[in-house]
Structure formats: structure tokens, C-alpha cells
């Protein structure tokens, strides 16, 4: 079986242009609440044009469009970024000007639907929509029929599963990856995967001891990455059994990359690649990434827009744009990976690009779904077991 090299940082020269705007992309998992907030309109723009809608939009979207001149605003509770979201905002200003007053929080990922549940029980959310990579909650939001009864016109023209579960969209289709330290390594010890860095750890056992971290399958996304890849790559128990030992379980992408920064860590892995990818490329060479050649999970990041939206037209629009050549072009200028098979842009690998260069059989999308919770613990006991 042919391998797949490692992608390394890029020095200053290469490609200067791939994602300026992705300078100290910020780490999901804070539970502080970021000021999203675009600038405010200016006077008349509240009775600004707005361009025309696709013509194969119905000729009722006037009517979702003329109802968010009165809404103007939009809150989103989510755990991605604000530097992921500020060019897919930019640009959904431009085409619906009045629609001034976009936020969007950067919470972990179980506090984004904690919060919504909380004060939508008490009938005081203020959110329109949730935007959230952990899998497995979107199964149970689902269940508790929360997500309002929208069909976007946009969905004939994406894959089958871009809506993965009933009002539950798909955002981006982000790889799970890994980081290393090009300081602290030697390029032979450079990975391509969790295969090989087994491999690499085995050959040094004290070396390498406690020096790889790794989600922990607690968190609402680490069982999505580690679940995600020993149930869908070939032989992954296996890998897991000969890497756990030599690995450290931590809660947040942030603390991930900050050790491997550090050289508390030469390795981290499971990390969503709009987190990775973003902090390589901005180390000065310092970082590297990788896919995993042996077989790369995709996660997908959901959307959806609760029932309880105070402005529910602005999040139809904004859910539209999101799924749209053009807001697909502006995922990937934030650092996140567009799926749709029509998009233009230059900034990520999409989804199309990841099976080209890792082979169509090793790229594995993650279907979400509700876990239940006796699931959940014979999973993390057996990985605790593996770890030893």
C-alpha cells in the first residue's frame, strides 16, 4: 500500500495567500462568549436591493427576504471561531446589507446546546441557530424535535447527506488530523498517520512515552474522532492499542496544541483540521500536519435553525448562504472544508480534493447519530483499557 507524505508547515514563501485572515485562529472550548458583531449599517440600508435569488429559488423567497428587513439580526450559538465565521459573515452583509448585527459565540461544544435547552425551557433563548461539530449531540437535539421545518432550496443541489439528520445541515466537512513538533523530531519521525506513528512511538518507548496527545473520548468530540476512526479504518483497535499507551488524554483542542507548541507534546491527533491546519501553517514552521493515510475521518460540522428563532428569516438567509457555491467559498476562506461539488475557491482542500489524494476508500464521513450512554461508556472503557 502506497503512503500518503505528511503536509508540512509551509515556510513564508508558500502560497501567501492560502487563509491571510487565519492569523491566532482561536481554539474551540472556551465558554466565553465572543463579539461577533459586524459593523453597523449605514443610514437607507435597511431599504437597500437586494440581488436577485437563483433562479431556481421559488418565487416566494421575496417573501423570507422582505421579512428579515425587519428582524436585522441573528445570533448563533456555536464552537467555531470567530476567525472561521468572519468572512462567511462579510460577505452575507454585502448581499443582505440591513441584516447588520450578526453574533456568533465560540462555546464548547456540549455548552452550545446546554444553554439553548436552558433557556428555551424557560421560553427566553435568544438563538436562531445552533453551528456545532460534535456528532453525537446533534443526535440527540434531533430527538428532542428542536430544529425548525425548513427546506433549504439549496439541497438539490448537495450530496444526499448534507442534510445528516432532519434540519440538521451540513456546514463543512472538517478532516480529523494531527500535529507534530518539526523542532523536536527528526523528519524521519515525521507521521502520515496514526499507522505510522504507532510505528515511530514503538521504536523509542521511553522517548516517546506521554509525549502524544489526544482527545479524550469523554468529550462530545473526542468519541466522535476516536470512535469515528476505530469503527470505520481498517485494523483501528488495533493501531489504538499500540499507540494509547504513549498518549495523553486532554478536554480541548486549545490545551492539544499549545503542548505540542511547547514541546510538552511531540504529537497531538484527533484534531478537527480547521483547528490543525490553521495553527501549522501560523507556527513559522514550527508545526506540522498530516491527514491520516490510512484512512481519514470527516467530520461533519452541523447547522440548524431552532424553532424558538426570534428571526427566523434572517437564519433561512443565512442558512442559504451558508449552503451555496458562494457561502461554500467563504467556509473555506475561513479555514473550514466546503463538500459542495461546485464551489470555487483556492484557500482549503475540499472534500473532493481529500478523495483525490487519499483515495475515495480512505476518506470516511462520520454520520451523526444519538449515542446512547451505555454506548458511550463500554467505548470509553475499552479505549481506557487500551491505554492502559
Known amino acids: 500500500m502506497s503512503t500518503i507524505p505528511p503536509v508540512p508547515a509551509p515556510g513564508p514563501a508558500a502560497r501567501p495567500s492560502r487563509r491571510r485572515l487565519l492569523r491566532g485562529a482561536a481554539a474551540v472550548g472556551s465558554l466565553a462568549a465572543l463579539g461577533g458583531t459586524l459593523s453597523a449599517c449605514a443610514v437607507g440600508e435597511a431599504d437597500a436591493a437586494a440581488p436577485p435569488a437563483f433562479a431556481y429559488y421559488p418565487a416566494s423567497y421575496d417573501t423570507i427576504v422582505d421579512a428579515s428587513r425587519r428582524e436585522r439580526k ?3 450559538y456555536s464552537n467555531t471561531s470567530q476567525t ?3 468572512p462567511i459573515f462579510d460577505a452575507f452583509a454585502r448581499r443582505y446589507p440591513w441584516l447588520s448585527d450578526i453574533r456568533a ?5 456540549s455548552a452550545v446546546y446546554e444553554r439553548y435547552y436552558s433557556e428555551s425551557a424557560a421560553g427566553t433563548s435568544p438563538a436562531d441557530v445552533l453551528a456545532n ?3 453525537p449531540l446533534w443526535g440527540d437535539y434531533a430527538a428532542r424535535n428542536a430544529a425548525a421545518d425548513y427546506r433549504s ?13 432532519p434540519g440538521v445541515w451540513t456546514m463543512s466537512t472538517d478532516p480529523v488530523t494531527l500535529i507534530y513538533n518539526r523542532k523536536t523530531l527528526a523528519p524521519e519521525q515525521f507521521p502520515d498517520g496514526l499507522r505510522s506513528l504507532a510505528a515511530i512511538v514503538e521504536s523509542q518507548p521511553s522517548r516517546f512515552r506521554g509525549k502524544v496527545g489526544v482527545y479524550d473520548p469523554t468529550n462530545a468530540y473526542g468519541y466522535a474522532s476516536n470512535q469515528g476512526y476505530t469503527s470505520n479504518v481498517a485494523g483501528g483497535w488495533d493501531t489504538f492499542r499500540r499507540l494509547l499507551p504513549f498518549a495523553h488524554a486532554d478536554h480541548s483542542s486549545g490545551t492539544l496544541v499549545e503542548k505540542v507548541v511547547s514541546g510538552e507534546y511531540d504529537f497531538s491527533i484527533n484534531l478537527s483540521g ?3 491546519v ?3 501553517e501560523h507556527s513559522g514552521g514550527l508545526l506540522g500536519w498530516s491527514y491520516y493515510a490510512e484512512g481519514t475521518v470527516v467530520m461533519p460540522r452541523g447547522v440548524s435553525i431552532v424553532k424558538t428563532a426570534p428571526h427566523p428569516n434572517a437564519a433561512r438567509l443565512f442558512l442559504d448562504f451558508l449552503l451555496s457555491a458562494e457561502g461554500q467559498a467563504k467556509v473555506a476562506e475561513g479555514g473550514l472544508v466546503p463538500y459542495r461539488p461546485d464551489v470555487r475557491q483556492d484557500a482549503m482542500d475540499s472534500l473532493q480534493d481529500m478523495r483525490r489524494k487519499l483515495g475515495a476508500d480512505r476518506v470516511h464521513l462520520y454520520r451523526p447519530g444519538r449515542v446512547p450512554e451505555r454506548v458511550q461508556e463500554a467505548y470509553v472503557a475499552r479505549w481506557q483499557k487500551a491505554a492502559g
Open 74 to 76: 441573528l445570533l448563533i
Open 105 to 109: 459565540t465560540n462555546l464548547g461544544g
Open 84 to 86: 472561521n465565521w468572519q
Open 153 to 165: 432550496p439549496e439541497k438539490d443541489r448537495l450530496p444526499d447527506w448534507a442534510e445528516l439528520l
Open 278 to 280: 490553521p495553527a501549522a
Open 274 to 276: 480547521g483547528v490543525a
Open 133 to 135: 461539530n460534535a456528532g
